[in-house]
């Protein structure tokens, strides 16, 4: 059974920056093949692709986000981190971690379950 | 915005086969693999059809993906109430360096 878990504050004011954590169990984040990507949701709308570390630590990010998105991995944790700065009320949002292992690596299988951020003062 | 696009909206009364269409474009669909998302309201994605046409284990027969060019669809046949859901096609884009998601198409059952 996979398991990803999103973790982070519910809420944020603006111009602070976002630190989410997406913890592992089963595999390590260093597997072989291992990709994981952030995605995020603003309520009543569309999924949008954040950005992406690799097992060798290979980083992608979305091209209109790229210079306020950094991503890491913690291997002693089992854990991929995303960090936001200058948030922003547009940037209030269902935040996912997922990973590409399973099925296809270029595109996200299993999900976690999402954690709610909301940006205000 | 979107650069692959979905009808914001489909429909269909129990038992129907309806159709979800997923249009890109050469960098994305038209030279990359497809996958289909199904969420259900206020629940986390979860993968539908990956590599254009293939289910996952769990995933019932009567969902199918299929991709031609520059476009992918996906059909659901035998439709059900408990597919009412939101159904999002993705894609890798070799111009932009990242994962595309279409706009998402709201299915209603009937």
């Known amino acids: 059974q996979v398991t990803l878990k999103e973790s982070g504050p519910a809420l944020v004011k603006p111009t602070q920056t976002l630190t989410l954590t997406c913890t592992f169990s089963e595999l390590s984040v260093s597997t072989a093949g291992m990709r994981v990507s952030w995605i995020r949701q603003p309520p009543g709308r569309a999924l949008e692709w954040l950005a992406r570390?690799?097992?060798?630590?290979?980083?992608f990010y979305s091209t209109s986000l790229r210079t306020r998105l950094t991503i890491s991995r913690d291997t002693s944790k089992n854990q991929v981190v995303l960090t936001m700065t200058n948030m922003d009320p547009v940037d209030t949002a269902t935040y996912y971690c997922?990973?590409?292992?399973?099925?296809?690596?270029?595109?996200?299988?299993?999900w976690g379950q999402g954690t709610l951020v909301s940006v205000s003062s | 915005q979107s650069v692959l696009t979905q009808p914001p909206s489909a429909s269909g009364t129990p038992g129907q086969r309806v159709t979800i269409s997923c249009s890109g474009g050469s960098s994305n669909i038209g030279s990359n693999i497809v996958n289909w998302y199904q969420q259900l309201p206020g629940t986390a994605p979860r993968l539908l059809i990956y590599?254009?046409?293939q289910r996952p284990s769990g995933v019932p027969d009567r969902f199918s993906g299929s991709r031609s060019g520059t476009s992918a669809s996906l059909a659901i046949s035998g439709l059900q109430s408990e597919d009412e859901a939101d159904y999002y096609c993705a894609a890798w884009d070799d111009r932009l360096n990242g994962v595309l998601f279409g706009g998402g198409t709201k299915l209603t059952v009937l």
């Open positions: 997922a990973r590409h292992f399973d099925y296809t690596s270029s595109l996200p299988d299993s």
């Open positions: 590599t254009n046409d």
């Open positions: 570390i690799d097992w060798d630590d290979d980083k």
